[in-house]
């Protein structure tokens, strides 16, 4: 099926563990984006890609480490969870740098460290 | 310095009527894009409009219109005949160039509810 799917919807894990968050995108996108979404912060940029093998960090980077060896795949590793990192992931993808296009946004996957 | 601030937590509506959404926005590109987002109760974003810097006339998508004004650096969304289906969470976003790649920056969130 076409589109962008993260896997899995939901996850619980325990302080410390590492947890990996997968997304997937069909169209070959160029961008790929994390986002986490907290209650009073909206969405705050985690990573981003503009193609394979090139990553940049976002606003809040730490904690997490991401890699992105084909460009229709973009895990996201929290390597130590802790609790300030439970929230709800969302990923998006996009291939135009200009012009009205709105990226697409994976279903989200809400992670609680316990 | 917050780049994209939604001054407006929550806000309440009538069905039928208009409402305005604020968004304001701070950046020293000439070139930008602005963009509103829809995140209903079951969580997904949905793309709704989209502002280019240089677009001179205000963006329209059926009843969701963008109020535009550069100087003021103000990017509302109106919202016309509301319908209980608009309930949800609106997010104002803004793509900005950053050392040759493009990001989107989000606000903090308006959460809409229409009254029957």
């Known amino acids: 099926d076409a589109g962008i799917t993260q896997s899995p919807r939901y996850k619980i894990t325990e302080t410390g563990r590492q947890v990996t968050l997968m997304c997937h995108q069909t169209?070959?996108?160029?961008?790929m984006f994390w986002y986490r979404q907290d209650l009073g912060h909206g969405l705050r940029l985690i990573y981003y890609?503009?193609?394979?093998?090139?990553?940049d960090k976002g606003e809040v980077p730490d904690g997490y480490v991401v890699s992105r060896s084909k460009t229709e795949n973009f895990p996201l590793t929290l390597e130590s969870a802790t609790r300030s990192q439970t929230s709800v992931y969302f990923c998006a993808s996009g291939d135009r740098q200009n012009g009205p296009y709105g990226y697409t946004f994976g279903s989200g996957t809400r992670l609680t460290v316990v | 310095a917050q780049k994209i601030t939604q001054t407006q937590p929550g806000m309440f509506v009538q069905e039928k009527e208009a409402v305005t959404l604020d968004c304001t926005y701070d950046?020293?590109?000439?070139?930008?894009?602005l963009f509103w987002y829809k995140q209903p109760s079951s969580g997904e974003m949905i793309f709704l409009i989209y502002?280019?810097?240089?677009?001179?006339q205000n963006a329209t998508e059926g009843r969701y219109s963008l109020n535009f004004q550069k100087a003021r650096k103000s990017a509302n969304l109106v919202i016309s005949a509301s319908q209980l289906g608009d309930s949800a969470m609106y997010f104002c976003a803004m793509r900005e160039r950053d050392s040759g790649t493009y990001k989107y920056i989000f606000g903090t969130g308006t959460r809409l509810k229409v009254l029957a």
């Open positions: 169209w070959s996108h160029s961008y």
């Open positions: 502002q280019g810097s240089y677009d001179e």
């Open positions: 950046t020293s590109d000439q070139s930008y894009g």
């Open positions: 890609s503009a193609a394979a093998d090139i990553t």
